[in-house]
């Protein structure tokens, strides 16, 4: 059974991570964390305590984060301390805090992903393919939506569509970003031609995608020696 720690515990990714680990025979959550000043700290959350320090680190196998840039920040200085698996969903982190995910990779194994989607993974892989045949006279544009509490714009995943079709057409991807209502996810890739239109579309209904993903890379993860990997690592071997 892999001993599992949770970040942001009372956020909507971190609840959903612990109510979905909570029916998963494969995991024991041992730590449920919070920021400090978070009026949950000290409340029951199943059988633990909602927590605000990392002392409980030592005693689990694999640290789950889907927080803040600044909360991601020192949350790797926990794990590379108590040295522990870190699945790392966090969008927004700066060059400076990118730097400190891949040192601390080198101290423990971290899976890194801006998207834990399976559907969005996939396309991650493809979608360079496609480009590669349709050629230069084929434009490319994304559009990313998602719900007006989300801080970072252009999103994390929308970022990475644009940078594996970068890598494979040496032009800069442009990208609009929507922040509307109550929008979980929506990515559309579009490719233009003077006589036809491609559109590609990935739209999460449920953040439940994200978390069992997340779940599936805590499992993956375990055991595994430093480094710093991706979801695509985690699909490869499934």
Request: glycine share 8%; net charge positive; aromatic share 6%.
């Amino acid at each position: 059974m892999i001993k599992l720690g949770i970040a942001g515990v009372c956020g909507k990714m971190g609840r959903r991570i612990f109510e979905l680990a909570c029916y998963d025979k494969d995991f024991e959550i041992t730590l449920a964390l919070e920021k400090k000043g978070t009026p949950q700290i000290g409340k029951e959350l199943g059988k633990l305590k909602i927590s605000s320090t990392a002392d409980g680190l030592f005693l689990i196998d694999v640290f789950v984060d889907f927080t803040t840039p600044e909360a991601t920040e020192t949350n790797l200085d926990y794990v590379a301390r108590y040295r522990k698996a870190l699945v790392l969903g966090t969008t927004g982190l700066n060059d400076a805090q990118l730097k400190k995910v891949e040192e601390v990779s080198r101290v423990v194994p971290v899976v890194f992903s801006p998207n834990m989607s399976i559907g969005v993974n996939v396309l991650f892989a493809i979608l360079p393919e496609i480009a590669k045949r349709l050629g230069s006279d084929y434009s490319i544009e994304i559009v990313e939506a998602h719900h007006k509490t989300k801080k970072d714009a252009p999103s994390g995943t929308a970022k990475k569509f644009g940078q594996v079709l970068a890598d494979i057409t040496g032009k800069e991807i442009p990208i609009h970003a929507i922040r509307l209502g109550d929008i979980v996810g929506d990515h559309t890739i579009i490719f233009c031609g003077n006589s036809e239109r491609i559109e590609i579309k990935h739209q999460a209904h449920s953040r439940d995608l994200f978390a069992l993903g997340a779940l599936k890379a805590a499992k993956w993860v375990m055991g595994k020696p430093a480094g710093l990997y991706s979801m695509q690592d985690v699909l490869k071997t499934d």
